[in-house]
């Protein structure tokens, strides 16, 4: 079972510094996002296709990372991006401890950001 332990503490701060900015600038956010995902991706390696089980809490940032990511996606207007990442999250972590199964439905009716 995949646990991000060696790789928790990069991802952490990215997605500190993510949520830090997301209310006035998700332009920025998105970047500490997507450095945060890419350096899990690196650690899961390329190809997998497991589950990260949000009980294991050093996979928490990652999957903060890859919420935040999808999250500026969805600000920001690029709805097929959006829908993509947290269609990848809900295989992620099948138990949606973070509630993308709720955002996936509004992102494909088409519904834009809204506070």
């Not at 990442?85 to 088409?110: C, H, K, S, Y």
Request: with cysteine.
């Amino acid at each position: 079972m995949p646990d991000l332990v060696s790789f928790s503490w990069p991802p952490t701060a990215h997605a500190h510094l993510g949520n830090f900015v997301f209310d006035h600038s998700p332009e920025k956010a998105i970047r500490h996002y997507e450095v945060g995902v890419r350096i899990g991706e690196l650690s899961l390696g390329e190809g997998f296709n497991g589950v990260l089980h949000w009980g294991h809490i050093n996979n928490r940032p990652f999957l903060q990372c890859v919420h935040g990511y999808g999250l500026c996606l969805w600000r920001l207007g690029q709805l097929k991006e959006a829908e993509e990442v947290f269609a990848r999250m809900l295989w992620l972590n099948p138990t949606d401890n973070q509630g993308v199964g709720f955002l996936l439905g509004e992102i494909r009716e088409g519904k834009v950001w809204h506070v």
